[in-house]
């Protein structure tokens, strides 16, 4: 099983005070303006016809299913009941979909030479389980009109997440934005919701979102965020998350934490994923991670992956615990069941130890079989 170089792919968690940054929901009325009267009444139309062709299709087909119009059947996932059924379905469907998909975590790429830009909004969609609703189109300059009025595609994309993460396992999610910021950038990310921090928000850029194994990929990726760092796992902070990335506020909070705090948002849970995985793969590294500022420097970054190659399951992870862990779910999905012989091999096989992790593997993994099956 081989590993991927992942700097080229920049996927994260959309920090309000560090990381990667973004703005207050005041600023954002301030700054953004939604496109009004007839040109709006266009796009709603074709969001309304488009949701209405999906209810046809839903109305066919069981739940979650996925239609094939032109065959005119139903393509069901595969299901499991037994915690023993569901890994030994999972290795089965992880095997089926190397043979015959290749290896989505290293034989897709992008390769770097994309324009890119600052990052713009283009719509904003409310989620109310698995339909996207309320949907705000941004002002934008007329080359970016296509991919904003491109509702098809925002649909697409959403559906691609609905479908892969079960409707039970994204309940955190409460909106879906479309942005870009060129070719070969920031593929996805997710952000807490100002409005309720219990609640996150999915980010895609739809000028990227067009290589189809990719997007797939990390979207499990940003849904390991979403699993990793929900309310059951992580208490939020809302004086950190709203603060400045100089407020004195980050170190008191983090010297407070008696688990592993992650950076600009909150307290990890001492039984959660993210802090167990903290416990086990980090406590002895963490100081030297720090030491060498790995989190913004990218040369050192590289030089770290380096000295522990064998720790980790791509480049990319070694840019803080919360990414790592995201990373190696989403190896822990896609990847056969490893021997466990190094420790990235262990960092896999820790999923492993949790039933309900093996039981969604199963599920996550027939899904995405069916959905590739269909596209192929």
Request: glycine share 4%.
């Amino acid at each position: 099983m081989r590993r991927s170089l992942r700097l080229l792919l920049p996927i994260c968690i959309l920090f309000f005070s560090i990381g990667c940054t973004s703005l207050g929901e005041g600023e954002l009325e301030e700054i953004e303006q939604y496109v009004e009267d007839e040109a709006q009444k266009v796009l709603l139309s074709q969001f309304e016809k488009l949701r209405q062709d999906r209810e046809t299709y839903a109305a066919v087909c069981a739940p979650f299913d996925i239609y094939d119009p032109l065959e005119k059947i139903c393509y069901p996932p595969e299901t499991c009941e037994t915690v023993d059924d569901c890994a030994l379905l999972g290795d089965e469907l992880a095997e089926e979909i190397y043979e015959w998909f290749g290896d989505l975590l290293t034989d897709y790429a992008f390769d770097g030479d994309g324009d890119t830009f600052d990052e713009q909004v283009l719509a904003r969609y409310q989620v109310e389980g698995d339909d996207l609703t309320q949907p705000q189109f941004v002002v934008v300059d007329e080359q970016l009109e296509p991919y904003r009025d491109a509702i098809v595609t925002h649909m697409a994309v959403w559906d691609a997440f609905r479908y892969l993460i079960p409707k039970k396992e994204r309940e955190m999610v409460s909106g879906f934005t479309i942005f870009t910021d060129g070719d070969e950038e920031m593929l996805a990310q997710v952000e807490p919701d100002t409005k309720n921090v219990a609640n996150w928000i999915l980010g895609v850029d739809v000028v990227d979102a067009e290589e189809s194994y990719i997007l797939k990929t990390t979207l499990l990726h940003e849904y390991a965020h979403l699993l990793t760092l929900q309310q059951s796992q992580m208490d939020m902070d809302e004086e950190v998350l709203f603060a400045d990335a100089e407020d004195p506020i980050h170190q008191t909070a983090a010297a407070t934490c008696p688990y592993f705090q992650v950076d600009g948002m909150g307290c990890t849970k001492e039984t959660s994923y993210l802090h167990q995985f903290y416990v086990q793969y980090w406590e002895d590294l963490i100081e030297e991670w720090d030491a060498r500022d790995i989190a913004t420097n990218e040369e050192e970054a590289e030089a770290f992956y380096e000295d522990y190659e064998d720790q980790f399951v791509t480049d990319y992870a070694v840019t803080s615990p919360d990414e790592d862990i995201a990373e190696v779910w989403t190896y822990f999905i896609l990847a056969p069941r490893p021997a466990g012989d190094e420790i990235w091999e262990q960092k896999i096989l820790f999923f492993y130890q949790y039933p309900e992790q093996v039981k969604l593997r199963a599920e996550v993994l027939s899904r995405l079989y069916s959905y590739l099956t269909l596209e192929d």
